[in-house]
């Protein structure tokens, strides 16, 4: 519209900074302290409708997925379960960034893990709430 290029991945970046900086509160009932939904906390079902009417393959498109993995695979009923169902490419970009992050599945006693790929941390595929 405005004819402004080349500020995908620097807003991409940022966004990602801001989510890293606004994490869910601390909550002793999840393991590790760490909510499923950490990284995704900030961010609004109306951040997800928007993002998928970007071009596939836009950054920001990847890093609002990126940020999903955790609370899809951690959690039975996902916080975006609804944009998922409505938005084809959202659940698409999502499915990707699972695949990926499946890569990096280690088994071991007494939980298998992953690296979850928007924070680099390892967690335990099963999340133990009160």
């Known amino acids: 519209m405005c004819k ?7 807003m991409a970046e940022h966004i990602k ?6 994490p869910t509160p601390e ?10 939904d950490t990284n995704t906390y ?12 970007l071009p596939d ?8 997925a990126i940020a999903a993995v955790e609370g899809y695979i951690r959690r039975d009923k996902h916080k975006f379960w609804k944009e998922i169902r409505e938005s084809p ?5 999502l499915l990707l960034e699972v695949k990926e992050t499946l890569k990096t599945v280690t088994f071991g006693e007494p939980n298998c893990t992953f690296k979850d ?3 680099g941390k390892t967690l335990p595929f099963v999340t133990k709430s009160a």
């Open 4 to 10: 402004v290029t080349g500020m995908e991945t620097p």
């Open 17 to 22: 900074a801001i989510i890293l900086a606004n």
């Open 27 to 36: 909550n002793t009932h999840f393991d590790q302290g760490r909510d499923p």
């Open 42 to 53: 900030s961010l609004a079902g109306q951040h997800i409708t928007s993002a998928t009417l």
């Open 57 to 64: 393959g836009h950054p920001i498109r990847k890093v609002l």
């Open 89 to 93: 490419n959202f659940a698409v970009d």
């Open 117 to 119: 790929p928007f924070s």
